[in-house]
């Protein structure tokens, strides 16, 4: 997010495309190489117009090493600290270029995967989530469109061992940016019926901690009818700022909130997995994305 508030991007490298209506149809034909189904999505927010690039690749496209990530025309390379995303996709519905450079640095001194490690999400192991940098800087550097901007970043990875929709119901996530660091929030509805809620803090200098007790607050539903909750301070009321992503599963939105106290702004997703299994769902994801062949 730029410091300013009016630029942002998010970019997702998936090995094994989670949300994929072919790897949905592959699974239920057998057993199914995830390889065959991976994807570098990258999603502008910016002053003037929005892109969304999701285009699905298969394992002739894909190259790693401890150290880096290729998929198609983009990579992920972590050298001297700082870990650089290249990226040449080509939007959809609509086709554009969308290409650039993000550089995301962490702190020489500041929360890490070891301050808070992977977390499982479910009661067997199966589904695990690692903040690796919470609080972290990025510049990024668009040539399509021509944009640059620098701000508030963070990095993550989620790992599992078996569909999402076999595992959970729905879940929200959350990152709040206040003035002396970050909380984040995983809020997890499971298929056994019960529910994990997530909330570590971080401090600039490298202090992890709990939160309050937090308390799921409404943020209004968006025009696909998802409900949205946040995770935030009791009795409190969180404001949407702006809707971001909007589908018939998803939403990612920008609001304001308070934890512990603290006014925060925060990047919010709301995901429903029983929606996502709908065949009309999967009819259509399609419009969203492009697949390589």
């Not at 592959?26 to 189904?37: K, V």
């Not at 502008?44 to 496209?61: C, F, I, M, S, V």
């Amino acid at each position: 997010m730029s410091d300013d508030g009016q630029s942002a991007i998010t970019i997702i490298a998936m090995l094994g495309s989670v949300f994929s209506p072919y790897y949905v149809e592959a699974r239920a034909r057998g057993a199914a190489d995830p390889l065959m189904h991976c994807a570098m999505n990258v999603a502008l927010y910016g002053p003037r117009a929005d892109r969304w690039a999701l285009t699905e690749r298969p394992r002739g496209a894909v190259f790693r090493s401890p150290r880096s990530l290729a998929i198609g025309p983009s990579l992920m390379e972590w050298s001297g600290g700082e870990l650089r995303v290249s990226f040449d996709e080509i939007t959809a519905p609509l086709p554009s270029r969308l290409s650039g450079t993000v550089r995301l640095r962490p702190p020489a001194r500041g929360p890490s995967a070891g301050a808070h490690g992977g977390v499982a999400l479910d009661g067997r192991g199966l589904h695990r989530w690692t903040p690796i940098a919470p609080i972290a800087r990025a510049e990024v550097e668009l040539t399509h469109p021509s944009l640059r901007f620098s701000g508030s970043a963070y990095l993550d990875t989620n790992a599992g061992d078996e569909p999402l929709d076999r595992a959970f119901e729905r879940w929200t996530w959350s990152r709040a940016l206040g003035s002396d660091g970050i909380a984040l929030t995983y809020d997890v509805q499971r298929r056994d019926g019960t529910r994990l809620l997530l909330s570590p803090a971080f401090d600039a200098a490298g202090g992890a901690r709990e939160l309050p007790p937090l308390a799921p607050r409404p943020l209004g539903d968006t025009r696909w009818g998802m409900s949205r909750e946040i995770a935030a301070d009791p009795g409190s009321a969180p404001r949407l700022l702006r809707t971001l992503e909007d589908t018939p599963f998803y939403a990612r939105s920008l609001a304001a909130a308070t934890f512990g106290g603290k006014p925060a702004t925060v990047v919010h997703e709301a995901l429903s997995l029983d929606r996502f299994a709908s065949p009309w769902v999967q009819f259509l994801l399609p419009f969203r994305m492009r697949r390589a062949r």
